[in-house]
């Protein structure tokens, strides 16, 4: 099915199952303990093997020598597998750095070694016993050191490093009110709960790996491309995945060397990178150091927009993209935009929940409050008065839907906002100074190809495939009220499969286009389907309804279970987008409203309040999608606070590399969250007219809580996690 044109009414548009908050079909199997997670797959590896890795204790540099005697002999262990005995190895396409290094060590905990032992403890004791000696190369693992020097990196998803509109220089100079300002944001990591884990087994020339991976079509192409054997011959299998947030976009060590150990073993074998070496093994959000400078008339209007941003990576690795917020959330004739990308020689940096906007807003909309501060103006009015319903680079291209300013209004309604006391470090709660924050939320609307096959069972359920993964987000249960709708069947008669490459190419998970894409692939099969039914019945498919598991024409009805026979009926189908994301731009939008208290004495900061409100396209699930934006919110708050991998700057590599130095929010950090859905449809999105909204939730949030605590103590920290010594020797005298 394709979709170039604006979708009309169709089948989703009834709103009998899509639309309506249900609970997770997948909940009760996860709940007991039943939800097969890649490590836990006994069922099909019921003799497995354990593997543990290895990871380089240098940054850069070489092995020059790795001692095994001590490990071989080691009891239980049944192969050792290293560079050496790996046979020739490629590198996946959206592999930055090898998955197995040596001899060339190109970041700290790179994998240099698999010991495979009956027993996980086996594994990990003969581990401790290898032995390797490096020789040591200098690196560069300084973000400000490199800045200066970073030069514009070239694009390989073929958008623009550098974007100009106007004349900035000489609107900014000539600016009657004026802001100059950087902030920095540090590196982080995904910190899911699953680690990244596999289990594989080899069938003579065919591999299956069992992983944790929210992209399986790419995984699947990725591993055929680093072992060197024919795609055919790989199966990834993810059904469940326990977090991702874009940590599992990609195979990763996990799953190349369970590969490479089942292969030697001659048996399964399983491995989950220990989580002291997930964050320097796998990728993570790079750090940024972003200046902007913003230009505005005494009335408010800004004449002059600029935001330029630094993050580093390895070599051949890509950049932080957090300008691409600025290029279209306000209105500004003179414009400019750049990002740079400075080599470093930490771990790789890649995609984290919201790549850009969640690091641009943090930066954005500060600087956004701290002008409206100068011009005496109310946060929101200021962001309403530079609103725009067309891409302010390109004014032919509107917005399929903007509603920005209507979710600041109805955020303030309901907020409060009115109550904010606009000068700082007014208002006290006992001990605790308490201000008011707000900002936008903003996060592009990708679309992706994504196709399924549906198969109606001869006692009138449905059946759904596709390689879609579900990591957490609800995927079961929206596909399946998407099928159930289209078909005209209850929830109950739908069985939903999913994360195996063997199933039809979905659009997986990521970037926030999963749920609305692979949907709209589950809706073209199912109207495949439709119309296969009624050419097999003699109907006018358009003039075939579909309701109560019995399809009618006319005054004739007949139940699905019969039209299916004895040999079943099946569709395979996908969507595929045409170009109406070049015509509009599409984009979910919403406004964030934080209250904190911050103690007068100790400078410790307590998020009290919480709002989001989303303009996300129709909502398929209200209470899946809910708790994606108080998920995305927690996160922010983490942002905005207290998350940072500390970087080792003599030897290259985060020091607080697990969940105990890594500081994560917790229950008790979080008080009651608030959101709020606007009622809308966006026919230009995908025939479901649905958006994203996982993403949306964190962009703009950790801004909130800064200004929030600004608003409450009159102190502006740039320096993301605002952190109470940061704040400690600002802090107005304790009175």
């Given at each position: 099915m394709k979709f170039d044109s604006p979708a009309t009414n169709n089948p989703i548009d009834q709103l009998k199952i899509v639309g309506k908050p249900t609970p997770r079909i997948d909940g009760p199997l996860k709940t007991t303990g039943l939800a097969p997670y890649a490590y836990e797959r006994h069922d099909v590896a019921p003799n497995a093997a354990y593997g543990y890795v290895v990871g380089a204790g240098i940054a850069k540099g070489r092995i020059a020598s790795m001692d095994l005697r001590a490990a071989r002999a080691a009891p239980g262990v049944l192969a050792i597998i290293n560079a050496r005995n790996a046979g020739k190895l490629g590198k996946g396409k959206f592999n930055t750095a090898k998955l197995l290094g040596g001899p060339v060590i190109e970041h700290y905990h790179q994998a240099l070694a698999l010991v495979v032992a009956e027993t996980f403890e086996q594994a990990r004791a003969a581990a401790a016993l290898v032995k390797i000696e490096y020789t040591t190369s200098s690196g560069e693992f300084d973000l400000a050191v490199a800045k200066d020097s970073a030069p514009m990196p070239g694009s390989s998803d073929g958008s623009p490093r550098e974007?100009?509109?106007?004349?900035?220089?000489?609107?900014?100079?000539?600016?009657?009110?004026?802001?100059?300002?950087?902030?920095?944001?540090?590196?982080?990591?995904?910190?899911?709960?699953?680690?990244?884990?596999?289990?594989?087994?080899?069938?003579?020339?065919?591999?299956?790996?069992?992983?944790?991976?929210?992209?399986?079509?790419?995984?699947?192409?990725?591993?055929?491309?680093?072992?060197?054997?024919?795609?055919?011959?790989?199966?990834?299998?993810?059904?469940?995945?326990?977090?991702?947030?874009?940590?599992?976009?990609?195979?990763?060590?996990?799953?190349?060397?369970?590969?490479?150990?089942?292969?030697?073993?001659?048996?399964?074998?399983?491995?989950?990178?220990?989580?002291?070496?997930?964050?320097?093994?796998?990728?993570?959000?790079?750090?940024?150091?972003?200046?902007?400078?913003?230009?505005?008339?005494?009335?408010?209007?800004?004449?002059?927009?600029?935001?330029?941003s630094w993050s580093g990576n390895l070599p051949g690795g890509s950049t932080e993209p957090a300008v691409d917020q600025t290029r279209l959330l306000y209105a500004a004739p003179n414009r400019e935009t750049h990002v740079r990308l400075a080599v470093l020689d930490l771990p790789e940096g890649n995609a984290l929940r919201a790549p850009g906007e969640a690091s641009g807003m943090m930066a954005l909309e500060s600087?956004?409050?701290?002008?409206?501060?100068?011009?005496?103006?109310?946060?929101?009015?200021?962001?309403?008065?530079?609103?725009?319903?067309?891409?302010?680079?390109?004014?032919?291209?509107?917005?399929?839907?903007?509603?920005?300013?209507?979710?600041?209004?109805?955020?303030?309604?309901?907020?409060?906002?009115?109550?904010?006391?606009?000068?700082?470090?007014?208002?006290?709660?006992?001990?605790?100074?308490?201000?008011?924050?707000?900002?936008?939320?903003?996060?592009?609307?990708?679309?992706?190809?994504?196709?399924?096959?549906?198969?109606?069972?001869?006692?009138?359920?449905?059946?759904?495939?596709?390689?879609?993964?579900?990591?957490?987000?609800?995927?079961?249960?929206?596909?399946?009220?998407?099928?159930?709708?289209?078909?005209?069947?209850?929830?109950?008669?739908?069985?939903?499969?999913?994360?195996?490459?063997?199933?039809?190419?979905?659009?997986?998970?990521?970037?926030?286009?999963?749920?609305?894409?692979?949907?709209?692939?589950?809706?073209?099969?199912?109207?495949?389907?439709?119309?296969?039914?009624?050419?097999?019945?003699?109907?006018?498919?358009?003039?075939?309804?579909?309701?109560?598991?019995?399809?009618?024409?006319?005054?004739?009805?007949?139940?699905?279970?019969?039209?299916?026979?004895?040999?079943?009926?099946?569709?395979?189908?996908?969507?595929?987008?045409?170009?109406?994301?070049?015509?509009?731009?599409?984009?979910?939008?919403?406004?964030?409203?934080?209250?904190?208290?911050?103690?007068?004495?100790?400078?410790?900061?307590?998020?009290?309040?919480?709002?989001?409100?989303?303009?996300?396209?129709r909502i398929l699930n209200p209470m899946a999608a809910r708790s994606q934006v108080i998920g995305a919110m927690t996160m922010g708050v983490g942002a905005a606070l207290i998350e940072e991998l500390a970087v080792d700057k003599r030897h290259g590599f985060f020091v607080n590399h697990d969940l105990a130095g890594y500081e994560v929010p917790v229950h008790a950090d979080i008080p009651h969250q608030e959101v709020i859905f606007l009622d809308e449809t966006d026919p230009i999105s995908s025939p479901m007219k649905a958006k994203g909204v996982g993403e949306l939730g964190?962009?703009?949030?950790?801004?909130?809580?800064?200004?929030?605590?600004?608003?409450?103590?009159?102190?502006?920290?740039?320096?993301?996690?605002?952190?109470?010594?940061?704040?400690?020797?600002?802090?107005?005298?304790?009175?």
């Open positions: 974007k100009t509109r106007g004349d900035f220089a000489k609107a900014f100079t000539e600016a009657p009110v004026q802001l100059d300002v950087t902030f920095t944001t540090p590196d982080q990591t995904h910190a899911m709960m699953e680690p990244h884990a596999t289990t594989a087994a080899w069938e003579g020339r065919k591999l299956t790996v069992w992983t944790a991976n929210q992209m399986i079509d790419w995984s699947a192409s990725d591993l055929a491309k680093t072992l060197g054997i024919p795609k055919s011959d790989v199966r990834v299998v993810s059904p469940f995945v326990g977090g991702g947030f874009g940590g599992k976009l990609w195979i990763r060590a996990d799953a190349l060397l369970a590969a490479l150990g089942a292969r030697v073993a001659g048996r399964p074998v399983k491995v989950a990178l220990q989580r002291s070496l997930i964050a320097n093994n796998t990728v993570h959000r790079p750090a940024t150091i972003q200046r902007i400078r913003l230009g505005a008339t005494r009335d408010g209007k800004l004449s002059a927009i600029s935001h330029l600087a956004m409050d701290e002008i409206a501060e100068r011009l005496d103006m109310d946060p929101i009015e200021l962001r309403a008065l530079n609103d725009t319903q067309v891409d302010p680079e390109n004014p032919k291209r509107p917005f399929s839907q903007r509603r920005l300013i209507e979710c600041m209004r109805a955020g303030a309604q309901h907020f409060g906002w009115n109550k904010r006391n606009a000068r700082p470090a007014q208002v006290r709660d006992g001990r605790w100074m308490v201000g008011m924050g707000m900002a936008a939320a903003y996060r592009g609307n990708p679309v992706m190809n994504s196709g399924a096959r549906v198969r109606l069972n001869k006692n009138g359920s449905l059946t759904v495939e596709t390689d879609m993964t579900d990591i957490g987000t609800g995927s079961y249960t929206i596909i399946a009220q998407t099928a159930a709708e289209t078909m005209g069947l209850t929830l109950d008669k739908v069985f939903v499969r999913l994360g195996d490459s063997n199933y039809p190419v979905s659009a997986g998970s990521g970037g926030q286009w999963g749920a609305n894409s692979s949907t709209a692939g589950v809706y073209a099969a199912c109207m495949k389907l439709r119309g296969d039914i009624a050419k097999k019945l003699g109907f006018d498919v358009a003039d075939a309804t579909f309701a109560d598991g019995m399809v009618r024409s006319g005054d004739r009805a007949v139940a699905l279970a019969e039209v299916a026979g004895s040999e079943d009926m099946s569709a395979e189908d996908k969507i595929e987008f045409g170009d109406l994301k070049k015509k509009y731009v599409q984009s979910t939008f919403g406004a964030h409203f934080v209250e904190v208290g911050v103690d007068a004495a100790t400078a410790e900061i307590r998020v009290r309040r919480m709002l989001a409100v989303c303009a996300a396209g964190l962009c703009g949030i950790a801004a909130a809580v800064a200004n929030a605590v600004y608003n409450a103590t009159g102190v502006r920290v740039r320096d993301y996690p605002i952190t109470l010594d940061k704040l400690l020797h600002q802090m107005p005298p304790v009175t």
